[in-house]
Nanobody, 121 residues
Framework: QVQLVESGGGLVQAGGSLRVSCAAS????????MGWYRQAPGKQRELVAS???????NYADSVKGRFTISRDTAENTVHLQMNSLKPEDTAAYYC???????????????WGQGTQVTVSS
């Protein structure tokens, strides 16, 4: 079993900052990419940011320059620092990890349960 547990999120005014974190635990052999997706009501889930095992980040154009993703490989954690938040950033944020449960297992995506981020105008 693999668990991704998110923390952080909440309600903030436009222009403010929030940090969300995710810890992966359980039957993990290795983690490839970790990242954050978000889904607003009535919209499809979209990639916000991801980071490889080597530390290379990737950001959606809409968050570049405002959000920063970081990762602690030893602790299997990933963090998303969100600055200059806008009302359009309001969504449920989901942690994602692409990992192997054993050395011979294929890479598979796992998801957290989501944490709500609400930005008021």
């Amino acid at each position: 079993q693999v668990q991704l547990v998110e923390s952080g999120g909440g309600l903030v005014q436009a222009g403010g900052s929030l940090r969300v974190s995710c810890a992966a635990s359980g039957s993990i052999f290795s983690i490839n990419t970790m990242g954050w997706y978000r889904q607003a009501p009535g919209k499809q889930r979209e990639l916000v940011a991801s980071i490889t095992s080597g530390g290379a980040p990737n950001y959606a154009d809409s968050v570049k320059g405002r959000f920063t993703i970081s990762r602690d490989t030893a602790e299997n954690t990933v963090h998303l620092q969100m600055n200059s938040l806008k009302p359009e950033d309001t969504a449920a944020y989901y942690c994602n990890a692409v990992l192997r449960t054993t050395g011979s297992a294929p890479l598979r995506p796992f998801w957290g349960q989501g944490t709500q981020v609400t930005v008021s105008s």
